[in-house]
Every structure is written in C-alpha cells, then in structure tokens.
C-alpha cells in the first residue's frame, strides 16, 4: 500500500500542493479580512480534487495495471481511500489549523476559531465521497434489486451530508439536530465507503474501456441526431450545461438561506455579501467544466468553416450569457425565498461584474495554452485574485465605472481569445494525455507530429 | 491541370524544429500521398493548411483562396480527419452528426447514412466507447459526408483492420473519380500510399526533399549493386547515394535522372545490377541516407 501511495503522490503531489495553497491563502483571506464570516466553509472544496484524480487515473487503465502487479484487490482498494479522502482530509485539516493559528500570532485575530473548526470537522463528512464515487461507477452488484435501492438510499444520504455541510458550515450548526443528523450520515457513509471500498476495483477490473467497434445495429437518424446542428448546436450546450445544473445548484442555496432565515433570524446585507461569493464558485465551477471539454476539442472545432472572431465570440460570450442567467435566477430567488428586494440589491457588492468580466478571463487561457500545468497555475491565480480582491479591497460602488470595467475585460476576454486562436500552437495539441502535458515543459511540447 | 493546393516557402519555427521552407504543389482532382519519418513535418504542415497553428513565413493557396484571408470559404469546401481529432464532447454518434451537419447545406445525408451502414456506426453508439478505428471511421464519416472538394487526411488508416482499410481507400477513390475532389494523404503505410497516391511528397526534417508522380519517383530510382575492384572507391557522385558495402561489393540508391548510372560506371563500377524499389525501398533508403 505504501508502494502505491508513494506513487500517486509522486505522480500528483504538485496538483495537491496547489490545492492547499490554494486553500491556505483562501483561508488566511477569510481569517484577516474584515467583514462576513463563515466563508471558508467552502474551501474545503478542493476536497473534491481527489475524486476527480482519482476518476482521471481510473478511466486511463489505473485498475488493470496495478492488478497484474502483486497487490490484493483490497489493499489497491483501501490505497485508492487513502489517496482520494484520506489523506486529504488530514491535509486540508492541517492546513486549516495552521493558518488559523498563523492569522492569530501575526493579526492577533483569534475570532475566526469557531469557522475554522468547523472547517475542519466539516472535512469529515466529505469522507463519505468515496462512497458517492463508488455508486456513480456502479460495482458488478450492481445489477440486483437491493443494490439499486441501496445506492439510492445512500446517495440520498450524502445529499443530506452536503446540504448538512453547507448549512452547517455557515451557521455554525454543528451542535444542532442537523449538525448531529449531518455527521452520523459522514460516519456511516464513511464506514461504508471504506468496507466496499473493492466495489470499484472490481467495476474497472472488468471494464476493458472503449473498445466497441460500432454498434452495427444501424438505426436511422432519430432523437438526438435531427434537429439544428452546427454552432447554435455547441451554444445551446454550453450554454444549457451551464443553466441547468446552476440553476439547481441557485435554488438550493436560496432554500438554505430561505430555511434558515425563517428558522434564526432575519438576513441582514451582510450575510448576503455570501450570495455573490455562491454564484462566483457555481459559476466558475460551471465554466470550468463546460469550456475545458469543449477546449479540448478545438483542434476540430477549428476545421469547421468558423472563422476565429466567431468562435471566440463563443467560447466567451455563451458562458457569460449562462452566467449572467444564473445572477438573475438567483437574483430573482433571492427575493422572492429570503430577504426583501432592497437588502438583496444591496447585497450585490460592486465587485460582481468586475469578478464576471474576470471570469472570462479564463477562456483565452485555456484556448492558448490548453491543458498544460502553465494554464491550471495561471487559471488558480485568476481565481485567488478574483476570490480575494471584492474580500479585500474597497471599491466605489459606481455600477458605470464597475460595468465598465468589467466590459473591458470581457472585450479583452474575446481578443486574446481569438489571437490565441489564430497564433497559438498549443492550442491544438491533443489533449488525450493530459497528464503527460501537464507535466511537460512546454519546450518539450512544442515539437511536430 | 490547376492546383488544389500550393504551398509556396512556408516556415514554422518551434523551439527545436524549423519546417520549412517547404514549397507543395497538390493537383486538382489527385491523391496526393505525403510521407516522412516520425517528426518531420507532416502533421504540422497539414495543420497549418487548415489553420490550426500560424506559419511564421510563406502562403498556402487552397482551391485559389488564401489559406488566412479566406479560411473560413477554405473550410467550406475542405474536410479534414486524423485520430487527434475528438468527438466525445458531443457524446453519441448521432449528436456529432448533427452538430457538424449544421455547418454544411450541401451535407449528403443519403451518403451520411450509407456510410454509417458501410462503417457500422449508430447514431446511438458512444463515442466514448468508441474503439480507435471506429472513431476513425466517424471521423471519416463526418468529412466524407460533406462532399468536400479538398479533404486532407492525416494518418488515416492507422488502427483500422485491412478490411475497414480496403473500406476506406474504396471510399476515396470514389470521392475522386470524376475529377473534381482532392485527397491529401500522410500515412505511414506506404504500400497503400503507391498504390492509390497518384502524386507523393517525401518529407524529413521539415523539408520536402521529393515531390512529383508517384509512378515517375519509383521509375526514377533503383537499387545498384556493383564491385569496386581492388578496394577501390566510387567517390563523390551525383546521383548515387551508397547504403552497405562488404568488401568490393557496394550497394545504393542512384538517381536515374541525374546520369549516376553513367557515371558509376565511369568511376570503374563493374558488374553493375540495377533492381527497380517499391516506394517502401525508396523511402527507407532516402530516410536512411543521412543517418
């Protein structure tokens, strides 16, 4: 298990550092920062990290590899939980405390204790992830009855944990029935995740990947083939993949507001501020995994009859057109489930459209330099900065001046866009080994196929 | 006959790489078969005909349009397909279909459907799931169903069996039967390329160092063997490229065309034997000459 464990470090340690640094400096923000508190309940976020390298080296033939070398299923199985929630979680507690404790020797500012604890403990209920990850790959028991309906039942469980940790985290619940109620379904969910933890060796032991030569069954054009294609095919996809699921995402935010509004207090402009910070993440999330596929595929994308100011145009305007629908649908949720319209208006910082426009920044990143560690460090700084500045700078509420700049940013967003289109090389290599180009220094890359 | 293609003095410059200056003349209405070494050149100068990358120096003319000024009427009339290209973004067979037929009002959709039938694609079947050749198969389905005037394929045969091989190569004589549609081909299957390729380029370290009809290239070249008596040497000769000697018996490439038969033997060749190559042969023996 070591001999695995060292490995996965090895190969992401760099990833993991990033994280916590991340994370650190997010925190150390919150921690020195004057004004709202409980923000950092969501950056334990990067939590989610593990899962996702877990889910990348899986679908690259992870499983198969280690098993023809002399490891038991059960030992690749608990070094995946280790690699993916474990340590992690450990990690991301110490870092907590340590900035806790840093903010306190040299701000002198011990208030934050009560978030950063529950920083900490909340850390425990994502332990249950490794179950939600094992369900959404499904194990060869799949197939019975009873599997179905426990996998239901459990996955219904870690919605109860995320919806706990949220509303925990920023109300400080943790002594509260929901705070009992959220860490007896960690503690089960992460029980049960460590005890089936073979389940998902087993489901990609026996899953070969592509390997389908076609169906052969031809079937005629129906369903998802009629219809309009081409370019208002891809914006109705960004921009749909993008709405929906925020849209879900808005909603349940307003609800907890909403639910602990009625049941504490009266929400006042302050907690609000809370609002934009929500939709800045959803909305970043969003973009991330909406524009990184669509990204990656631009090497084709590029030889449709498309010219580059379109398709940067695209790339940049749709995201921001889904974006600016979820402001408003959370606007609109806002005032009609929590607070009046005046508190919900005042609430909306003068950094929003600024963060927006800084948002889209984003995307000429990706498109010149694709997948590579250059773009990931470049678009983690961008999101710090964008986190940090409305938490620590003082900006005139003058929605012109804001407008303004923000519209310049995404002007600026369109032409690097569309000058990486046209310039970039990088842009078209493939992505397919992703991992390979993340580690690779771009001098070594830039060589002909 | 006019031009399909013309690349005239076209420069990319990498870091550790210069291709170019590469000068490319592709007929109208030819299967053009571009080949090279790993690392040459290939990918990237087909890439560059479609844009993907910008050149540092020179013109490609496709179709008579500018290949930057006029990219987007180049693309209306020319497909590409190489196994870099990734459809899964659009999920299944049938939305990849959609979504790119939307850029075409000429799409065939009666051939679109035939090759499905021919490359046992479903527009249910993901894409994901997909085996290496049978998304080599969509990508071809998708550019061949467009009806392109150019279509430029990099690599496209690698990881199909000989009879999804023979499938596709049928597919592309079809495509240039009347005359009026252009194939551009790199491929590593050289068999293949003289077989169909009317016109071939050879590339290698970023330069064309061959180009012209495939039949007068193989008719050009053939394999000596000779003896050099008494430890003798043919010296420097235009024209002749030496590949093995063992002892007084040598062995290389001559150039027909630039008299090296001739003047082989008036350097003292004897019992010279002239064996005809196949475009393998040529290939090998041009790549491995500087090495």
Redesign the interface.
Same mark, same amino acid.
Do not use: M
């Given at each position: 298990m070591r001999h695995l464990l060292a490995n996965h470090l090895a190969r992401w340690w760099w990833v993991w550092a990033l994280c916590l640094t991340g994370y650190g400096l997010l925190l150390w923000a919150q921690c020195t920062a004057k004004g709202f508190n409980n923000m950092a309940v969501f950056f334990p976020v990067w939590l989610f990290m593990g899962t996702a390298l877990l889910s990348y080296d899986l679908r690259r033939g992870l499983t198969r590899v280690c098993l023809s070398l002399p490891v038991s299923t059960r030992e690749l199985a608990h070094t995946w939980w280790w690699a993916t929630v474990g340590l992690p979680t450990v990690g991301i507690s110490l870092t907590s405390a340590g900035v806790y404790v840093a903010a306190g020797l040299v701000k002198g500012n011990w208030g934050m204790w009560p978030t950063v604890v529950s920083s900490i403990l909340l850390c425990a209920g994502l332990l249950g992830q490794f179950f939600f990850l094992q369900t959404q790959n499904p194990a060869p028991s799949a197939g019975k009855k009873w599997a179905g309906w426990s996998n239901l039942f459990f996955n219904l469980l870690y919605m109860v944990v995320c919806f706990g940790w949220i509303k925990n985290g920023m109300y400080g619940d943790l002594v509260s029935a929901w705070g009992i109620i959220f860490f007896v379904a960690a503690i089960v969910l992460t029980i049960k995740g460590w005890r089936q933890a073979e389940w998902l060796v087993n489901k990609y032991a026996e899953d070969r990947g592509p390997v389908q030569a076609g169906s052969g069954g031809y079937l005629p054009l129906a369903g998802n083939a009629t219809g309009p294609g081409g370019l208002g095919f891809l914006i109705r996809q960004i921009y749909v993949g993008m709405v929906v699921p925020g849209l879900f995402m808005v909603v349940w935010f307003a609800a907890i507001f909403a639910w602990s509004a009625w049941r504490q207090r009266p929400l006042i402009a302050d907690d609000m501020l809370m609002v934009d910070h929500v939709i800045f993440l959803i909305g970043s999330g969003l973009l991330m995994l909406q524009i990184v596929p669509v990204c990656a595929h631009l090497r084709y994308l590029r030889t449709l009859p498309v010219s580059a100011g379109k398709l940067a145009g695209l790339l940049v305007l749709a995201p921001l057109a889904a974006i600016l629908t979820l402001w408003a649908g959370n606007w609109l949720m806002m005032i009609l489930l929590v607070a009046p319209v005046k508190i919900v208006n005042d609430s909306m910082g003068p950094w929003w459209m600024i963060q927006l426009g800084c948002m889209t920044l984003s995307i000429p990143v990706l498109v010149w330099r694709g997948g590579t560690i250059t773009a990931y460090v470049i678009l983690a700084a961008l999101f710090g900065l964008n986190f940090w500045l409305p938490l620590n700078v003082t900006l005139p509420a003058n929605p012109f001046a804001n407008g303004g700049i923000a519209l310049a940013l995404v002007l600026a967003s369109l032409g690097l866009t569309m000058l990486a289109l046209i310039r970039g090389s990088r842009t078209y290599r493939s992505w397919g080994n992703l991992a390979w180009s993340l580690v690779t220094p771009m001098s070594r890359m830039d060589v002909p196929r | 006959m006019t031009n399909a293609i013309e690349i005239r003095n076209l420069l990319k410059k /990498?870091?550790? *790489?210069l #291709?170019g200056p590469v000068d490319l003349t592709v007929p109208a209405g030819a299967i053009y078969g571009l080949i090279g070494p790993n690392?040459?050149?290939?990918?990237?100068a087909l %890439?560059l005909i479609?844009?993907? =990358?910008?050149n540092d120096g020179g013109e490609i003319r496709v179709l008579g349009k500018d290949h930057r000024t006029e990219? +987007?009427?180049i693309?209306?009339q020319?497909? /590409?397909v190489?196994p870099?290209?990734? *459809?899964?973004?659009?999920?299944? +067979?049938?939305?990849a279909?959609?979504?790119?037929? =939307? $850029? $075409?009002p000429d799409w065939d959709?009666a051939y679109c459907?035939r090759l499905?039938?021919d $490359?046992? #694609?479903?527009?249910? %079947?993901?894409i994901?799931? #997909?085996? $290496? =050749?049978?998304k080599t198969?969509l990508s071809l389905l998708l550019a061949l169903s467009r009806r392109p005037k150019v279509l430029i394929l990099d690599e496209p045969t690698t990881g199909l069996d000989a009879v999804s091989k023979q499938q596709v190569f049928t597919e592309l004589l079809k495509t240039v039967e009347n005359g009026d549609r252009t194939v551009l081909i790199s491929s590593h299957g050289l068999g293949d390329i003289e077989r169909f390729a009317d016109h071939v380029g050879i590339i290698k370290q970023?330069r064309v160092m061959l180009e012209g009809r495939t039949d007068e290239i193989v008719d050009r070249f053939r394999l000596a063997e000779f003896f050099m008596p008494n430890g003798g040497r043919p010296g420097i000769i235009k024209g002749f490229t030496p590949l093995r000697q063992d002892a007084d018996r040598w062995r290389g490439l001559v150039d027909q065309k630039q008299g090296a038969v001739e003047a082989l033997q008036a350097a003292g060749g004897q019992q010279l034997t002239l064996t005809p190559l196949t475009l393998e042969d040529l290939f090998v023996a041009l790549v491995k000459e500087e090495e």
């Open positions: - | /990498y870091p550790r *790489f #291709l690392g040459a050149g290939k990918t990237t %890439d479609l844009g993907l =990358g910008n990219a +987007v009427a693309k209306q020319t497909a /590409y190489s870099e290209l990734n *459809f899964g973004l659009w999920g299944k +067979v049938g939305s279909i959609r979504f790119v037929r =939307g $850029f $075409f959709e459907t499905q039938k $490359f046992h #694609l479903s527009p249910g %079947d993901r994901a799931t #997909l085996s $290496f =050749g049978a198969k970023g």
